[in-house]
């Protein structure tokens, strides 16, 4: 079965830090673009950041500019979204998703995802 797995979301404080962590199950994240993506109940999800499968290329929410950095790691095929300063307002699901083109990371919301995760919740309480 392919699909990505979310890990390292958690209850944390306002201005704290968290660094949530994606890996494949089936099939090789390096070939692949890899987006993080949030959403609230019942409010339309949301593109958070994107990076290209060579980690050459990464792109941001305005929202996230500035707190959240995205990186990956292809010796240990994990793709890692670094979130610092948090808010409430970052409170919400955080799912990976995984893109054959790097064209994904250009586009609005990172249009093109090929596999999801089930995600992985933040809270962020003040």
């Known amino acids: 079965q392919l699909q990505l797995v979310e890990s390292g979301g958690r209850l944390v404080q306002v201005g704290g830090s968290l660094r949530l962590s994606c890996a494949a199950e089936g099939f090789d994240l390096d070939f692949y673009a890899v987006g993080w993506f949030r959403q609230v109940p019942g409010k339309q999800r949301e593109g958070v950041s994107c990076?290209?499968?060579?980690?050459?290329?990464?792109n941001y929410a305005d929202s996230v500019k500035g707190r959240f950095t995205v990186s990956r790691d292809n010796v240990k095929k994990l793709v890692y979204l670094q979130m610092n300063s948090l808010r409430p307002e970052d409170t919400a699901d955080y799912y990976c998703?995984?893109?054959?083109?790097?064209?994904?990371?250009?586009?609005?919301?990172?249009?093109?995802?090929?596999?999801w995760g089930r995600g992985t919740p933040v809270t962020v309480s003040s």
């Open positions: 998703a995984a893109a054959p083109f790097d064209r994904s990371c250009r586009t609005k919301n990172y249009g093109g995802m090929a596999y």
């Open positions: 990076i290209s499968n060579k980690g050459d290329f990464t």
